[in-house]
């Protein structure tokens, strides 16, 4: 298709709020955009894994390790389909992976934080994965289809996340003194970060305007965040804890929660890889890549031979 052709094609599928497939054609920088997006999500669907992964054997009680055990394969799964998608643009799964390994995509800045107590599987959960719905629900309406499709099922199950974080913290609130304190610290250690996961405010994202203008992003960074701290105080005040924000304040006419200013140092930092576990955190994946390679090896020779064996088939017959 010709891009002057193209390009009105593109236009008016986005001016008619319909979707965008992966045969149409589309301007690069459309294209570009949505590896990035979806490439980074994917990385942090997989990355998230560890810093839950590593309390499954130290969950208190059976019931909560199965849950939990079942959360982190929920995040696999994501990462599964995330990376699906991905591929429908031309990018291979393996590409995709020497990118995060070399640095040269990201994965959210929220997992280069450490896990420090059984609460943290709590503040996760209602925090971070309360966050990341904030966000994805917004995503069920983006304007790339399989990326759009892809979110329902992972919306559904990042609900599920949400409540048993939110359980695990209720659980605690209610609790010993000591288990109080506890979800207390995880909320002190997590909230500023899981309010950076939106990004940087509008004004100082390079990307938020095009992708709005595509209709990749629906709503802006600092509209979601909005939403998520007049939704979250609520939460967190019925737990009996404390918001750790000295400034943090209702304000009775916009009808919104005002906040104290975001540390954007420690946000810029952590992204650029010096957060408190980056290198660990990639130096274990990167661990995991090298150990699994006999299981794609042999899965990619077992594919070859069926393909092979129908091909005889079919030729025989």
């Not at 629906?218 to 939403?227: F, G, I, K, S």
């Not at 939460?235 to 804890?241: D, E, F, T």
Request: proline share 4%; glycine share 6%.
């Amino acid at each position: 298709m010709h891009n002057d052709t193209g390009q009105q094609a593109f236009d008016a599928i986005i001016e008619a709020d319909e979707k965008v497939e992966p045969r149409d054609w589309m301007p690069d920088g459309y294209r570009s955009t949505l590896i990035r997006q979806i490439a980074q999500h994917a990385h942090s669907e997989v990355i998230g894994m560890q810093p839950e992964a590593n309390w499954i054997t130290r969950a208190p009680t059976l019931l909560r390790k199965s849950i939990l055990t079942a959360k982190v394969q929920d995040e696999a799964g994501h990462g599964l389909y995330l990376y699906s998608a991905a591929e429908t643009l031309g990018i291979s799964r393996d590409e995709l992976q020497e990118l995060l390994h070399s640095g040269r995509q990201k994965y959210s800045s929220i997992f280069n934080y450490p896990t420090l107590s059984w609460a943290d599987m709590g503040a996760i959960g209602w925090l971070v994965d309360g966050a990341a719905i904030m966000n994805q629900i917004m995503l069920q309406r983006t304007s790339y289809g399989p990326y759009a499709r892809a979110m329902v099922k992972i919306c559904k199950e990042e609900s599920f996340h949400a409540r048993q974080g939110y359980s695990i913290m209720m659980t605690l609130a209610q609790g010993t003194e000591e288990q109080k304190a506890l979800a207390q610290d995880a909320l002190d250690r997590w909230w500023w970060p899981s309010l950076m996961m939106f990004g940087p405010h509008d004004a100082e994202s390079p990307h938020t305007e095009q992708s709005m203008a595509w209709k990749i992003k629906r709503v802006t960074n600092d509209e979601l965040r909005q939403m998520y701290i007049d939704q979250t105080v609520p939460q967190a005040h019925y737990l009996g804890l404390t918001i750790p924000d000295d400034d943090l304040v209702f304000d009775e006419e916009t009808g919104h929660w005002n906040i104290g200013p975001i540390d954007w140092d420690e946000f810029w930092a952590t992204v650029k890889g010096n957060g408190r576990v980056s290198r660990e955190r990639i130096a274990h994946k990167v661990k995991a890549w090298d150990e699994g390679a006999w299981v794609r090896e042999a899965a990619t020779a077992y594919a070859a031979k069926q393909r092979s064996r129908s091909e005889s088939e079919k030729e025989a017959s």
